[in-house]
C-alpha cells in the first residue's frame, strides 16, 4: 500500500469538496516523466484534466492532453497502434477494444499493486478491460439504459413504473385510456444498431443470449424467437406512436420530448435534453426515471457502452501512466466531478458512487436506477466482426417490423446462419 505524500495532502486541500482517496507511491519515482493521454473530446475528461494538477503535484509526472472528435477517435487510436509511440495512455470504446488488441499493454500486475477495487466496477463495464484474460483497461465512462416516464400522466392515471415488460403493456395502455398520448416510443428503424438496444434485454430477460461459448449464433433459439415476438408484438398492441416501424433511437426520443409518448427506455445521458427548454416541451417535474423493466421471473438488464483507459504498448513511460491510471479510476476523482455545482456530468462507473446517498440526492436517484440494473447485467461480447453482426441483426428486427418479413424464426436463422459465415 502506497503511502500519501505530503504534497498529495497539499493538491487535495485545493478542493473545497471532498478529499481524495488515491494514494500517491512514496518518493516519486517517476517525477520529471511525461504521461501524454489521448482521450475522445468529453467535457467529462475535461473536468478529470482539470484536476490533474493534485496529481502533477503529488508524484512529479506531467500529464498532458489531446483530444479528438468521436467520429475521428477510431482513426487517431488505429494511427497510433501501427505508428506507435505518441501516446502512453488512451480511451477506447468498448466496441473497438478487441480490433485494438496490439495498441493495449496488460496492466495487471500494476494495478492490483495500486490496490484497485476492481469489485467496485460493475461486471458489465469492466468486462470490456480484459482481452483474452487479461486486464488491458479500467472503465472511466460508461452509459446505461433507463425507462423514462411521464410522471404526470402516471399520477393521473395512479400508475407506478412498470417493474417487467408485461406490467409495461397493461400500463402502456392504461395511459393511452387516459390521456392523448401513446404508451411507449421504441426505435424498430435501422441506424447504427439502435433498434438492439431494448431487444437485447428481452433476450437475455427470456435467457437467451447472442453467442454460446464456442461464439456461434443462438439468437435463433426458443428465448430469442420469444423476445423478437415480443419486441415486435408492441407494434401490433399498438402501444407505440404511429410510424414507430421507421423510429430510430432520435425519433423515439423526439416523441416523449414533444409530449407524444408517456414511457421511453433510452440511455442515461439523453435525460438533460428531455426537459432542455430549447429542446422538449416537458419540464423536470413531468419527467421520472426507473430502471429498465425486467422479463418476469428475470434479473434486471442493461444494454451498455463503455469507455475504458489502458496503457500502450509503445509508452516510454508505463509505470507513470500506469500511476495515472490508479488516479483517474480512484472514486473519489468520479464522485468529485459528480457533485462539482459548477457542472453537470452525470457519468459514474463506480458502484460506491451510483449509490451513493449524495450522489443520488444531487441527481434525483438516477444513479441508483442504474445500480439496481447494472448490479445483475453481464454487458455484451464486442469482437472484431461487430459491426458486420450488428448489421445483419438491425435488418432482420426492422425487416419483422415494417413487415416485410412476417416469420421471426426463419428471419432469426437466416441471419444466424449470415452471422456465423462471418465469424
Known amino acids: 500500500m502506497k503511502n500519501l505524500t505530503s504534497s498529495l495532502a497539499i493538491a487535495a486541500s485545493l478542493f473545497a469538496t471532498n478529499a481524495f482517496a488515491w494514494e500517491a507511491t512514496e518518493g516519486r519515482p517517476f517525477e520529471g516523466q511525461t504521461v501524454n493521454v489521448l482521450a475522445v473530446k468529453s467535457s467529462q475528461f475535461e473536468a478529470h484534466e482539470a484536476r490533474v494538477a493534485a496529481f502533477e503535484e503529488a508524484t512529479g509526472i506531467d500529464v498532458v492532453y489531446d483530444y479528438v472528435p468521436f467520429p475521428n477517435m ?9 505508428a506507435g509511440g505518441d501516446y502512453d495512455v488512451v480511451s477506447v470504446m468498448d466496441q473497438w477494444v478487441t480490433s485494438l488488441a496490439m495498441l493495449m499493454e496488460p496492466i495487471g500486475p500494476e494495478i492490483e499493486a495500486q490496490g484497485t477495487d476492481l469489485s467496485d466496477f460493475p461486471a458489465a463495464h469492466l468486462r470490456h478491460g480484459y482481452i ?7 472503465p472511466v465512462r460508461g452509459h446505461v439504459q433507463l425507462m423514462f416516464y411521464r410522471k404526470d400522466l402516471f399520477e393521473a392515471a395512479g400508475l407506478t413504473p412498470p417493474q417487467t415488460w408485461e406490467e409495461m ?14 404508451g411507449i416510443a421504441l426505435p424498430y428503424g435501422k441506424l447504427n444498431g439502435q433498434n438492439l438496444m431494448v431487444w437485447m434485454n428481452l433476450l437475455w430477460g427470456n435467457g437467451g443470449d447472442l453467442f454460446d461459448a464456442d461464439g456461434n449464433p443462438i439468437f435463433n433459439s426458443d428465448a430469442g424467437v420469444a423476445a423478437t415476438e415480443t419486441y415486435v408484438g408492441y407494434l401490433a398492441e399498438e402501444i407505440v406512436p404511429a410510424g414507430s416501424a421507421v423510429f ?38 413531468q419527467v421520472g426515471f426507473t430502471s ?23 509508452s516510454d513511460n508505463k509505470d507513470a501512466a500506469a500511476e495515472f491510471l490508479g488516479w483517474l479510476t480512484d472514486p473519489a476523482i468520479e464522485r468529485d466531478v459528480l457533485l462539482d455545482p ?11 458512487n451510483l449509490t451513493d446517498p449524495e450522489v ?9 436506477a442504474a445500480a439496481d440494473a447494472l448490479a445483475t447485467a453481464e454487458g455484451i461480447e ?25 416469420d421471426v424464426k426463419a428471419a432469426l436463422d437466416a441471419a444466424a446462419e449470415d452471422i456465423a459465415a462471418i465469424r
Open 292 to 314: 429498465l423493466p425486467s422479463v418476469a421471473g428475470a434479473d434486471r438488464s442493461t444494454f451498455t457502452n463503455t469507455w475504458i483507459f489502458g496503457v500502450t504498448q509503445g
Open 132 to 138: 483474452d484474460g487479461e486486464l488491458v483497461g479500467l
Open 342 to 352: 459548477e457542472l453537470s456530468e452525470v457519468v459514474a462507473v463506480h458502484m460506491s
Open 169 to 182: 403493456v397493461t400500463t402502456a395502455k392504461a395511459i393511452q385510456d387516459s390521456s392523448d398520448a401513446a
Open 382 to 406: 464486442f469482437g472484431d466482426d461487430w459491426p458486420r453482426i450488428a448489421l445483419i441483426l438491425e435488418t432482420a428486427i426492422s425487416s419483422l417490423a415494417s413487415g416485410e418479413e412476417t
Open 74 to 82: 477510431k482513426e487517431a487510436l488505429t494511427t497510433e497502434m501501427v
Open 360 to 368: 443520488n440526492a444531487r441527481w434525483g436517484g438516477m444513479h441508483q
Open 248 to 285: 430510430v433511437e432520435q425519433d423515439a426520443v423526439n416523441s416523449f420530448k414533444q409530449g407524444n409518448s408517456a414511457m421511453l427506455p433510452v440511455w442515461w445521458w439523453v435525460n438533460s435534453q428531455l426537459t432542455d427548454p430549447e429542446k422538449s416541451t416537458l419540464t423536470t417535474d
